[in-house]
């Protein structure tokens, strides 16, 4: 059975601090994706990693793929308040299929 | 253009019951993906539907079911409600089966409460 455990569950920082998400595994996934979910909303998807040791960037948000596809991390640089959300990293095993294996998810607050 | 809509957006039931959720995806989006969240468990995958067939089914008891329509537009139930059952049903769709490399489109969810 494919896990990904993410860590850590909850961060509570002041505006203008970074902060790294990681999401981990023992099994190989084809893609990683990261995405972001505020209350009474769906997850929206911020990215998609699809090979290893790829790192993407989007403004303030850094994506990195582990080289051999068994971890991801999301770096934030200056976090501000509406950074704050439910982060959640899924990852599809192999071949297509709409069915992700999700992170429990970090619960992100960031204090003005 | 229109994103994944799902009614209702939050109904109660009581134990016992039954309910059917609704969920048309991204027009011409042919798969349909059906997760449950709750605090506890998070995210869990039910089921998958691609044109009209089921092909991808989580561990959930026989109680949970779906199906999709001709239009790609599906619809989960839940038979004999149990206070477990309370959470937020998310449907995802895509245009084929995990998306060109993955990405599913959420919807806003339909909270069930079962009392």
């Known amino acids: 059975t494919q896990l990904l455990e993410q860590s850590p569950q909850f961060l509570s920082i002041q505006e203008g601090e970074n902060l790294t998400v990681y999401c981990n595994s023992s099994?190989?996934?084809?893609?990683l994706q990261w995405y972001r979910q505020e209350p009474g909303e769906g997850p929206v998807l911020l990215v998609t990693v699809v090979t290893g040791g790829e790192v993407k960037k989007l403004k303030r948000l850094t994506f990195q793929f582990g080289d051999a596809r068994k971890d991801s991390s999301l770096h934030i640089t200056a976090a501000q308040p509406g950074d704050t959300g439910l982060y959640l990293c899924a990852g599809h095993g192999s071949g297509n299929t709409g069915k992700l294996i999700f992170g429990q998810g970090t619960t992100l607050q960031v204090k003005p | 253009k229109a994103g994944v809509t799902q009614t209702p957006r939050y109904l109660i039931k009581t134990r016992g019951q039954q309910v059917t959720l609704s969920c048309s995806p991204i027009?011409?989006?042919?798969?349909v993906s059906w997760y449950q969240q709750t605090p506890g468990q998070g995210l869990q995958f039910l089921f998958e539907?691609?044109?009209?067939?089921?092909?991808n089914k989580g561990n959930f008891p026989g109680r949970f079911s779906g199906r999709q329509f001709s239009n790609s537009r599906s619809e989960m139930n839940v038979s004999t409600l149990e206070l477990g059952d309370s959470a937020l049903y998310l449907c995802?769709?895509?245009?084929?089966?995990?998306?060109?490399?993955?990405?599913?489109?959420f919807g806003e969810g339909s909270r069930l409460t079962v009392l």
């Open positions: 099994s190989v996934f084809s893609s």
């Open positions: 027009s011409g989006h042919r798969s």
């Open positions: 539907y691609f044109s009209e067939t089921q092909r």
């Open positions: 995802a769709s895509s245009w084929i089966p995990g998306g060109s490399t993955g990405e599913l489109f």
